[in-house]
């Protein structure tokens, strides 16, 4: 079987090798929606400030991204494998993700942040969420974050995408979700996330989990594309692009300091 | 036991064999394995594969005791049970079981929170949990595909013999309990163990509803330690034993069931 | 009353969501009913070919054929679909760019919809090939040795013998893994490919309306597998034509 594969594989190489040369970027964006940063509408195609700023650094760098949906907790691995090309999916720059790929610049930074149901009267503490049940998003930073810090007194339930753990919070399966601020921002904002739950503001930085900023990933091997990305990033931010894109989502600058 | 072992002494049995072993053994040295005691010792490992091995076990007492029933109505009911419970399996039959775990998780689910005598009642404990949605969901699949098994299994006894077991004058109950269902239920034992490592092959799509069985423990392991390939490996591996042991339990059964069906 | 049920999918009516076009996601959902079927097809046509190469190879092949057929047959019929899929859904890519990087290509990035299709075939492949092996194996062996014995090249004694025999027997367990085939695209969700399912869950998740989505995906896939079983109830009675119908009893 595995020579059958290998002569497959073979065949499709030969067949896509010549194709191959001027190949478009093919940028990895979790599978879900992410407003206000990924979402896709209702005719398939993914929008968000995350992929007008992609856009942006592409058209300014001359590269042919194409969005390619892949699925959150497989991200990293659909990038070391080949499947894709780039990460671009708020994905946060930590120690633990840069031992396995590489990371751009940041292009933007948010808090981890704390949201609850409505009738919550606890504290957003430790010592507060002692025996509730905490939702958060697998593979995530805050994940991490929430186990470090409530994993001992909390119980954590795992989600595979940010967005189901908003939807069992309004469900009132879980008593919290930890999860980008800006994000969850938005889900508050939103009409089912307004009558069932609230936001208990910003956690604690914590920089062992919460890592330095939003970043682009790349495969270790793949340098000169990261160059050309963080070159793109440069450019958008001096030639006001950025401000611009910033200004259709958000009433304030998410770069942070 | 030498006996047993006669059919692999032929040389390209023991060249791939050899194989085997090799890749086993270069598997072992060449991967990462350093993260099993970590999973091992804070015992996720062994809660994952309780939680598989009870739903399976679960869903498939209680699934095949509404199987018998789905079939029963199917193969001799009157219209109004054999037409509902027709539709019943080409409905569970007809849909992908992942779009079925997510319509009862997140669909029905997600509504019950909006009553506030659902949510003050005893039944909110487990309305919140994730494995109630998963043991119902895997249990109306396996009762749909069993539905369908145990029609035709029904179907299949003798005529002759039911014809005389009225002819004694058994009550249909009687008929039931002591004729058909008996030499039903040896017609699908063969079937029943194919379908038992179906089943056991459906239970990880319940990850997917945050229940923490075998597969999600993988899964975790492939998020914390950014290892792809070694968690699947074992995974599988843990898999293919569970399916050996289902296929000893089914051989040993068909075994202790005298075969021939008069 | 054409005209009341197109108001049914206005904006803002209960069906307005799955309007084909924007803000409807009628439209996107089709494209993944599109692209399920599409998998669906090109898999079944992938698990067929390993199928009539396994079944043949099982059964005529020599020993070490038959072996490794029958290694490939046990495993991945002992392993969940979704576990085989998550492997070679990297593996497949990570070993057609060691090939090319190997012999100094450039890295490519395959497109989702083959290695979809080449990882849903091989895992359909070893369930055809013993409903293949089963059905050739149910051909009376007298036959065959009649057709040989006339001298009949082995060609034409597969076109005109066995083919024609194994066909009958093939199709139930045909039609079972081509509804297998349209379900198990629904695990391409899991790892994040557009089709049906997900794009179903993007819809509900987008618009929080759960129910309309799902049911329409239900009705879907349920017109698929209703459609389908009457095709090949169709063909099975073509196939049979001639023996005679098996019935059973009932109280």
């Given at each position: 079987m595995k020579l059958k594969l290998m002569a497959l594989a073979a065949v499709a190489a030969l067949g896509l090798g010549t194709a191959a040369m001027a190949a478009p970027v093919k940028v990895g964006v979790a599978a879900e929606p992410y407003p206000p940063f990924t979402s896709p509408d209702a005719s398939g195609h993914w929008s968000g400030w995350e992929i007008d700023i992609m856009n942006a650094i592409c058209t300014d760098q001359k590269l042919d991204c194409v969005v390619t949906p892949v699925a959150w907790d497989g991200i990293i691995p659909a990038l070391t494998a080949g499947q894709i090309d780039m990460i671009i999916s708020s994905m946060s720059i930590t120690k633990e993700r840069e031992k396995v790929i590489n990371f751009s610049d940041k292009y933007y930074e948010t808090p981890a942040a704390l949201a609850v149901t409505k009738d919550a009267t606890f504290k957003p503490t430790a010592e507060g969420l002692k025996g509730k049940t905490i939702g958060v998003e697998t593979g995530s930073i805050n994940k991490d974050y929430a186990e470090k810090f409530f994993g001992k007194t909390s119980t954590l339930k795992v989600y595979q995408t940010q967005d189901l753990a908003n939807q069992d919070l309004a469900a009132g399966r879980i008593d919290a979700t930890v999860g980008d601020e800006f994000a969850l921002q938005a889900f508050l904002d939103s009409a089912s996330g307004k009558d069932c739950c609230k936001s208990m503001g910003a956690l604690p930085y914590d920089s062992a989990t919460l890592g330095t900023g939003i970043g682009a990933g790349f495969r270790k091997s793949d340098t000169a594309l990261r160059d050309k990305f963080n070159k793109g990033i440069k450019d958008i931010r001096a030639n006001g692009t950025y401000d611009k894109i910033t200004k259709k989502y958000f009433s304030f600058d998410i770069y942070g300091g | 036991m030498i006996a047993a072992l006669r059919p692999m002494m032929k040389t390209?049995?023991?060249?791939?064999?050899?194989?085997?072993?090799?890749?086993?053994?270069?598997?072992?040295?060449?991967?990462?394995?350093?993260?099993?005691?970590?999973?091992?010792?804070?015992?996720?490992?062994?809660?994952?594969?309780?939680?598989?091995?009870?739903?399976?076990?679960?869903?498939?007492?209680?699934?095949?005791?509404?199987?018998?029933w789905l079939g029963l109505a199917q193969a001799s009911g009157p219209w109004y049970l054999a037409l509902p419970a027709k539709g019943f399996c080409s409905l569970i039959r007809g849909t992908p079981l992942l779009l079925q775990l997510w319509f009862f998780y997140y669909g029905i689910g997600s509504t019950f929170q909006q009553f506030p005598w659902i949510r003050h009642s005893w039944a909110w404990t487990y309305l919140r949990e994730a494995w109630p949605y998963a043991l119902m969901t895997l249990t109306l699949s396996f009762a749909g595909y069993e539905g369908e098994v145990m029609r035709g299994a029904f179907l299949g006894v003798p005529k002759g013999q039911l014809e005389s077991a009225r002819a004694f004058g058994m009550t249909r109950f009687t008929i039931l309990r002591r004729i058909w269902l008996p030499q039903a239920v040896q017609r699908v034992l063969p079937t029943l163990g194919g379908e038992t490592v179906l089943q056991l092959k459906a239970t990880p799509l319940v990850a997917t509803i945050t229940v923490v069985d075998l597969y999600n423990v993988s899964q975790t392991v492939r998020q914390d330690t950014y290892v792809i390939y070694e968690p699947l490996l074992l995974l599988a591996a843990v898999y293919m034993a569970i399916t050996g042991v289902i296929v000893l339990i089914f051989r040993w059964l068909e075994h202790r069931v005298p075969s021939k069906v008069a | 009353m054409f005209d009341a049920i197109s108001h049914l999918f206005d904006p803002g009516q209960a069906l307005g969501l799955l309007a084909y076009a924007p803000p409807g996601w009628g439209g996107n959902l089709l494209a993944g009913l599109g692209r399920s079927i599409e998998i669906a097809v090109g898999a079944y046509a992938v698990g067929l070919t390993i199928g009539i190469f396994g079944a043949f190879g099982k059964i005529y092949g020599g020993e070490v054929t038959r072996d490794i057929f029958g290694i490939y047959t046990t495993v991945v019929r002992a392993v969940p679909e979704l576990v085989e899929i998550l492997i070679l859904y990297y593996l497949v890519p990570q070993v057609v760019n060691s090939i090319l990087l190997s012999f100094g290509y450039d890295r490519v990035s395959l497109p989702q919809m083959p290695v979809g299709i080449l990882v849903l075939g091989v895992v359909l492949g070893a369930y055809m090939t013993e409903v293949l092996r089963g059905s050739i194996l149910a051909v009376p062996q007298g036959q065959i040795e009649a057709a040989r014995a006339y001298g009949m090249p082995p060609l034409l004694l597969a076109r005109r013998i066995i083919f024609p025999q194994m066909m009958a027997n093939a199709i139930p367990g045909m039609a079972n893994l081509w509804l297998n085939a349209t379900k198990d695209t629904a695990l391409l969700a899991v790892i994040g490919f557009n089709e049906l399912t997900l794009t179903t869950m993007q819809g509900a998740a987008t618009t929080k309306n759960y129910f309309v989505f799902f049911i329409a995906a239900g009705l879907m896939y349920l017109v698929i597998s209703i459609v389908s079983g009457r095709f090949f109830a169709r063909i099975e009675r073509w196939a049979r034509r001639g023996q005679p119908l098996v019935r059973g009893g009932g109280i």
């Amino acid at each position: 079987m595995k020579l059958k594969l290998m002569a497959l594989a073979a065949v499709a190489a030969l067949g896509l090798g010549t194709a191959a040369m001027a190949a478009p970027v093919k940028v990895g964006v979790a599978a879900e929606p992410y407003p206000p940063f990924t979402s896709p509408d209702a005719s398939g195609h993914w929008s968000g400030w995350e992929i007008d700023i992609m856009n942006a650094i592409c058209t300014d760098q001359k590269l042919d991204c194409v969005v390619t949906p892949v699925a959150w907790d497989g991200i990293i691995p659909a990038l070391t494998a080949g499947q894709i090309d780039m990460i671009i999916s708020s994905m946060s720059i930590t120690k633990e993700r840069e031992k396995v790929i590489n990371f751009s610049d940041k292009y933007y930074e948010t808090p981890a942040a704390l949201a609850v149901t409505k009738d919550a009267t606890f504290k957003p503490t430790a010592e507060g969420l002692k025996g509730k049940t905490i939702g958060v998003e697998t593979g995530s930073i805050n994940k991490d974050y929430a186990e470090k810090f409530f994993g001992k007194t909390s119980t954590l339930k795992v989600y595979q995408t940010q967005d189901l753990a908003n939807q069992d919070l309004a469900a009132g399966r879980i008593d919290a979700t930890v999860g980008d601020e800006f994000a969850l921002q938005a889900f508050l904002d939103s009409a089912s996330g307004k009558d069932c739950c609230k936001s208990m503001g910003a956690l604690p930085y914590d920089s062992a989990t919460l890592g330095t900023g939003i970043g682009a990933g790349f495969r270790k091997s793949d340098t000169a594309l990261r160059d050309k990305f963080n070159k793109g990033i440069k450019d958008i931010r001096a030639n006001g692009t950025y401000d611009k894109i910033t200004k259709k989502y958000f009433s304030f600058d998410i770069y942070g300091g | 036991m030498i006996a047993a072992l006669r059919p692999m002494m032929k040389t390209h049995r023991l060249v791939m064999l050899g194989l085997a072993v090799g890749a086993v053994a270069w598997c072992a040295y060449a991967l990462r394995w350093d993260w099993i005691p970590t999973y091992w010792n804070n015992g996720l490992i062994l809660t994952g594969l309780e939680t598989t091995l009870s739903l399976l076990a679960f869903s498939w007492t209680i699934g095949l005791f509404f199987a018998i029933w789905l079939g029963l109505a199917q193969a001799s009911g009157p219209w109004y049970l054999a037409l509902p419970a027709k539709g019943f399996c080409s409905l569970i039959r007809g849909t992908p079981l992942l779009l079925q775990l997510w319509f009862f998780y997140y669909g029905i689910g997600s509504t019950f929170q909006q009553f506030p005598w659902i949510r003050h009642s005893w039944a909110w404990t487990y309305l919140r949990e994730a494995w109630p949605y998963a043991l119902m969901t895997l249990t109306l699949s396996f009762a749909g595909y069993e539905g369908e098994v145990m029609r035709g299994a029904f179907l299949g006894v003798p005529k002759g013999q039911l014809e005389s077991a009225r002819a004694f004058g058994m009550t249909r109950f009687t008929i039931l309990r002591r004729i058909w269902l008996p030499q039903a239920v040896q017609r699908v034992l063969p079937t029943l163990g194919g379908e038992t490592v179906l089943q056991l092959k459906a239970t990880p799509l319940v990850a997917t509803i945050t229940v923490v069985d075998l597969y999600n423990v993988s899964q975790t392991v492939r998020q914390d330690t950014y290892v792809i390939y070694e968690p699947l490996l074992l995974l599988a591996a843990v898999y293919m034993a569970i399916t050996g042991v289902i296929v000893l339990i089914f051989r040993w059964l068909e075994h202790r069931v005298p075969s021939k069906v008069a | 009353m054409f005209d009341a049920i197109s108001h049914l999918f206005d904006p803002g009516q209960a069906l307005g969501l799955l309007a084909y076009a924007p803000p409807g996601w009628g439209g996107n959902l089709l494209a993944g009913l599109g692209r399920s079927i599409e998998i669906a097809v090109g898999a079944y046509a992938v698990g067929l070919t390993i199928g009539i190469f396994g079944a043949f190879g099982k059964i005529y092949g020599g020993e070490v054929t038959r072996d490794i057929f029958g290694i490939y047959t046990t495993v991945v019929r002992a392993v969940p679909e979704l576990v085989e899929i998550l492997i070679l859904y990297y593996l497949v890519p990570q070993v057609v760019n060691s090939i090319l990087l190997s012999f100094g290509y450039d890295r490519v990035s395959l497109p989702q919809m083959p290695v979809g299709i080449l990882v849903l075939g091989v895992v359909l492949g070893a369930y055809m090939t013993e409903v293949l092996r089963g059905s050739i194996l149910a051909v009376p062996q007298g036959q065959i040795e009649a057709a040989r014995a006339y001298g009949m090249p082995p060609l034409l004694l597969a076109r005109r013998i066995i083919f024609p025999q194994m066909m009958a027997n093939a199709i139930p367990g045909m039609a079972n893994l081509w509804l297998n085939a349209t379900k198990d695209t629904a695990l391409l969700a899991v790892i994040g490919f557009n089709e049906l399912t997900l794009t179903t869950m993007q819809g509900a998740a987008t618009t929080k309306n759960y129910f309309v989505f799902f049911i329409a995906a239900g009705l879907m896939y349920l017109v698929i597998s209703i459609v389908s079983g009457r095709f090949f109830a169709r063909i099975e009675r073509w196939a049979r034509r001639g023996q005679p119908l098996v019935r059973g009893g009932g109280i």
